[in-house]
Nanobody, 127 residues
Framework: QVQLVESGGGLVQAGGSLRLSCAASLRTFGAYAMAWFRQAPGKEREFVAAISRSRTNTYYADSVKGRFTISRDNAKNTVYLGMNSLKPEDTAVYYC????????????????????WGQGTQVTVSS
């Protein structure tokens, strides 16, 4: 059974930083594209960032570009999301996701291409 477990969320003041981690039980972690999504109260889950299998390519939502950094350590089966210059509008539950099957992804930005999800970690940014 595949499990994705996020950690690192919390309460931070505007302008602060957090680093989220996602540990995956995928047997061939390195074969999966990984992503972070977020969902604020009353809003749909939205794309935040994604990273290719080989770490060569990264993708970001315009709203976080230049402030957030996605990375992965294939030896540790872990993907990270570094978040700097946090804003109150970044407040949301952040979810880690893995593509449905190795090499199956067609759009890094679409949640429909991700078949495995974590339980989420809350990030709250106070003004």
């Amino acid at each position: 059974q595949v499990q994705l477990v996020e950690s690192g969320g919390g309460l931070v003041q505007a302008g602060g930083s957090l680093r989220l981690s996602c540990a995956a039980s995928l047997r061939t972690f390195g074969a999966y594209a990984m992503a972070w999504f977020r969902q604020a109260p009353g809003k749909e889950r939205e794309f935040v960032a994604a990273i290719s299998r080989s770490r060569t390519n990264t993708y970001y939502a315009d709203s976080v570009k230049g402030r957030f950094t996605i990375s992965r350590d294939n030896a540790k089966n872990t993907v990270y999301l570094g978040m700097n210059s946090l804003k109150p509008e970044d407040t949301a539950v952040y979810y880690c996701a893995a593509e449905t099957a190795p090499y199956s992804i067609t759009s890094y930005y679409s949640k429909r291409d991700y078949g495995y999800w974590g339980q989420g970690t809350q990030v709250t940014v106070s003004s």
